[in-house]
């Protein structure tokens, strides 16, 4: 009940083309859901992350869509770019009781390819 | 300096031996957390620390791992009788309140 399934593991689109990447969650207790991408040799890096009282945040090229009756959550990337290609992590929290964010489930990773 | 750094950037250890990772979180930042990333997988929750004390420590495997942050600034993630298992990228992360923005550029550790 604690996992976050992601999909697909991998993804190649060509430049321009809109990559989506799904997770899906058992926990209802779940509260914060983030976005994090990766670079080789990096740490992740926070994208997006969006809380269940909407259903769509964007930021940029970058939007969460979130389903709660069917416990889902979706990234979406806009006008692709070459320089998008690494690897994108969905996570998930509960801020109850304590309110911290910070313990977060992630899914496996999807590793995309943006090709010229 | 601007982001999260941790030493050292690679650590190769005997199974047996005690190591030492180290992470300088960025200045001001009040919470704090290790996660560690096995090849190919998302990284997973080890402790968090709020100022000095660890609020969660929920995620350390065993009792062989232990973290500490004596100052509220740089914490040591220690590991005993280090096996094999425990070979991974060990991640930090800090952030003001809220989850964790930056993350390190890690350390890896590998067991032989």
């Known amino acids: 009940q604690q996992q976050v399934k992601q999909s697909p593991q991998s993804l190649i689109v060509q430049k321009g083309g809109i990559p989506i990447i799904n997770c899906a969650y058992e926990?209802?207790?779940?509260?914060?859901f983030p976005w994090y991408q990766q670079f080789p040799g990096k740490g992740p890096a926070l994208l997006i992350a969006?809380?269940?009282?909407?259903s769509e945040k964007k930021e940029g090229r970058f939007t969460i869509s979130f389903n709660k009756s069917a416990k889902q959550f979706s990234l979406h990337i806009m006008d692709s770019q070459p320089g998008d290609s690494a690897t994108y992590f969905c996570?998930?929290?509960?801020?109850?009781?304590?309110?911290?964010?910070?313990?977060?489930?992630f899914g496996q990773g999807t590793t995309l390819q943006v090709k010229p | 300096g601007a982001g999260v750094s941790q030493t050292p950037s690679n650590k190769v250890t005997e199974k047996g031996k005690y190591v030492e990772l180290r992470c300088d979180p960025i200045?001001?930042?009040?919470?704090l957390y290790w996660y560690r990333q096995s090849l190919g997988q998302g990284p997973e929750f080890l402790i968090y620390f709020q100022g000095t004390g660890a609020a969660d420590d929920s995620g350390l495997p065993n009792d062989r791992f232990f973290a500490v942050r004596p100052e509220g600034s740089v914490s040591t993630l220690k590991i005993q009788r280090t096996e094999r298992g425990d070979s991974a990228v060990y991640l930090c992360?800090?952030?003001?309140?809220?989850?964790?923005?930056?993350f390190g550029p890690g350390t890896r550790l590998t067991v032989l």
């Open positions: 200045s001001g930042h009040t919470a």
């Open positions: 926990n209802t207790a779940f509260d914060y």
């Open positions: 969006i809380r269940p009282d909407v």
């Open positions: 992360a800090s952030s003001l309140r809220g989850p964790p923005s930056h």
């Open positions: 996570a998930a929290s509960s801020t109850r009781p304590s309110g911290n964010t910070g313990k977060l489930i």
